[in-house]
């Protein structure tokens, strides 16, 4: 069974950083390209990072550029968001997202529970 | 970037009404196009791919059309596990945008 456990959330002031981490497991982590989306309270969707399964591509959206950073550990199953010098528009649920080159040119087909990140003083 | 709008943002329908929901692209995609469900407080799951191509255990009362700059979701019958909001996403180039969403609620 294919599982995305994101961790690493919280309540963080303006101008702070976080990690967040994905275990992955119940499939060949290193096949996969991997994303970060996000949804703020109440908002819709916001695609945000993706890596590629060797991490020789990488994407971030402009509004992150610079201040986000995707990583992955293919020998430990695992994704990462380095996220700094956060703003209150950063605040949102963060999910971790198995992209299936196989499904139309990358659907998300595996999405993790989410975890909260708060940006407040 | 390509910006993807949705139409109804908001529908109000009833149990077995067929429904059908609009994304529009601000330039062609192909059929770079993937559709989800997110119901309340749940994560996003996954209901068509490729514009048309149901994923995995989806019922067959959703389907997807379109090609290029017009897609289109559509429910026939609706039933009760269906009322949640829809999303669009755009898989031809970076970044992966989605639409606003679609919500469905019940009459």
């Known amino acids: 069974e294919v599982q995305l456990v994101e961790s690493g959330g919280g309540l963080v002031k303006p101008g702070g950083s976080l990690r967040l981490s994905c275990a992955a497991s119940g499939f060949t982590f290193r096949s996969y390209p991997m994303n970060w989306v996000r949804q703020a309270p109440g908002k819709g969707l916001q695609w945000v990072s993706s890596i590629s399964s060797s991490s020789t591509y990488i994407y971030h959206i402009d509004s992150v550029k610079g201040r986000f950073t995707i990583s992955r550990d293919n020998a430990k199953n695992s994704l990462y968001l380095q996220m700094n010098s956060l703003r209150v528009e950063d605040t949102a649920v963060y999910y971790c997202?198995?992209?299936?080159?196989?499904?139309?040119?990358?659907?998300?087909?595996?999405w993790g529970q989410g975890t909260l990140v708060t940006v407040s003083s | 970037d390509i910006q993807l709008t949705q139409s109804p943002s908001f529908l109000s329908a009833s149990v077995r009404d067929r429904v059908t929901i609009t994304c529009r692209a601000s330039?062609?995609?192909?059929?770079?196009l993937a559709w989800y469900q997110q119901r309340a407080g749940k994560a996003p799951k996954l209901l068509i791919y490729?514009?048309?191509t149901l994923q995995g255990a989806v019922p067959s009362r959703f389907s997807g059309s379109g090609s290029g700059t017009e897609f289109t979701l559509t429910i026939t019958s609706l039933q009760p596990e269906d009322f949640a909001t829809y999303y669009c996403?755009?898989?031809?180039?970076?970044?992966?945008?989605f639409g606003p969403g679609t919500k469905v609620d019940i009459k």
């Open positions: 490729g514009a048309s």
């Open positions: 996403q755009q898989l031809n180039s970076y970044p992966f945008t």
């Open positions: 330039q062609a995609i192909s059929s770079s």
């Open positions: 997202v198995r992209e299936n080159l196989l499904l139309g040119s990358g659907a998300a087909d595996y």
